[in-house]
């Protein structure tokens, strides 16, 4: 088992930045393909970022590309999303999840999954 626990969501204006933390608990952290996912109003949840199981190569999704990073203190169980040069489109809430394989940009794929967090609410607005 695993259980995962986001924060660091909250109200920031465009162009503004975000640091979500996703602590876990169970076993290493390292285990993992790890990523972060997000599900806006009246849209389907969507794969945001991840670092893959075989070699912790990380992907993103081409919206935050240049502007987000996915990273991880393995030592801490704590994965981390930055999030700079926010926009409105950003705001949803934000997932963090876990599952044992996931190679390659298959860790995009939200299916493959199994341990999730709860979320935290992100809102991009002046």
């Known amino acids: 088992q695993l259980q995962l626990v986001e924060s660091g969501g909250g109200l920031v204006q465009p162009r503004g930045s975000l640091r979500l933390s996703c602590a876990t608990s169970g076993r290493t952290l390292g285990y993992y393909a790890i990523g972060w996912f997000r599900q806006a109003p009246g849209k389907e949840r969507e794969g945001v970022s991840c670092i893959s199981s075989s070699d912790g190569t990380t992907y993103y999704e081409d919206s935050v590309k240049g502007r987000f990073t996915i990273s991880k203190d393995n030592a801490k169980n704590t994965v981390y999303l930055q999030m700079n040069s926010l926009k409105p489109e950003d705001t949803a809430v934000y997932y963090c999840?876990?599952?044992?394989?996931?190679?390659?940009?298959?860790?995009?794929?939200?299916?493959?999954?199994?341990?999730w967090g709860q979320g935290t609410q992100v809102t991009v607005s002046s």
């Open positions: 999840a876990a599952t044992r394989s996931a190679y390659g940009n298959s860790c995009l794929r939200q299916w493959l999954y199994i341990y």
